[in-house]
């Protein structure tokens, strides 16, 4: 009697993939993509840690379904003749039977199992029917079945930075010694009468830029015209022009004494 079917198989049958990990409920991205070959299980990204040694093959999403990718796929088990798919510039393959709403029928090259129109030279549209049309026609798996003592992640699987969610992290991380001081704060000044000098002149000399800055705001100048002439060398005549827009202002006089 030839093996019916392997552990790890059945495993990718009977499993719910991408739905919230029980372990990890308050944990972002805790999906269920995963299947530990070795338990016989799924897994979500915070699980890994305890089975980093074992066999691990990611699950994905088309069209609704899940996939694996045919390069993972054919360490396992010999795909030939099932139909692949691509998805992100890597080939895959459906895991199960997928329903459809009604049966192909004509004459064409059609699955072995589901009867679902396929390309040519395929002759099974996933990775299930054929193993119903192998274990019906043969009842063993054991020829197609291939020793695989190691499978690992693909290198584009993205495992989460934390638990606590990770745009607080990366927001975090973008400058950790930023820090943001408040002008107005009395205890950012010195007690000491240099420091204090300090600060003084340095509060003047930001508040007389900042009195320029506004000042040119308010004037009718295009700077941002004439750096984009730049390029094409600005003449006196466009230097002049631009002086004439200016709005002219009642000129502030010292009050007489």
């Known amino acids: 009697m030839g093996i019916q079917k392997p552990a790890w198989l059945e495993a990718l049958y009977t499993q719910k993939f991408f739905a919230g990990c029980s372990y990890h409920e308050t944990a972002k991205k805790n999906e269920k993509n995963i299947c530990c070959l070795d338990c016989c299980i799924s897994l979500c990204p915070h699980c890994l840690p305890s089975h980093r040694f074992h066999r691990l093959l ?4 088309y069209v609704y379904h899940d996939v694996v990718r045919l390069e993972d ?13 691509t998805i992100n510039s890597a080939k895959v393959v459906f895991i199960k039977k997928r329903p459809q709403n009604r049966q192909f029928k004509g004459s064409g090259n059609n699955c072995t199992s589901c009867d679902r129109s396929l390309q040519e030279p395929y002759i099974h549209c996933s990775l299930g029917c054929k193993v119903d049309y192998l274990l019906k026609l043969n009842k063993d798996l054991s020829p197609y079945l291939k020793k695989c003592n190691s499978l690992q992640l ?12 990770d745009e607080e992290m990366t927001s975090d991380q973008t400058n950790p010694h930023s820090t943001i001081v408040d002008c107005d704060d009395p205890t950012s000044s010195s007690s000491s ?3 204090g000098s300090e600060n003084m002149s340095m509060s003047m000399n930001m508040g007389y830029r900042h009195h320029e800055i506004v000042r040119k705001k308010r004037s009718g100048l295009n700077y941002a015209s004439l750096c984009g002439r730049s390029a ?13 827009s200016r709005r002219k202002r009642i000129p502030h ?3 007489l004494c």
Do not use: W
């Open 232 to 244: 094409h060398k600005v003449s006196d005549e466009d230097m002049a022009s631009s002086m004439i």
């Open 253 to 255: 006089r010292s009050p």
């Open 73 to 85: 796929l054919q360490k396992l088990i010999d795909c030939s003749n099932v139909q692949a798919y």
């Open 154 to 165: 693909s290198p584009d699987f993205l495992v989460p930075l934390s638990d606590t969610g």
């Open 58 to 61: 990611q699950i994905r999403r």
């Open 193 to 195: 009468g240099s420091s």
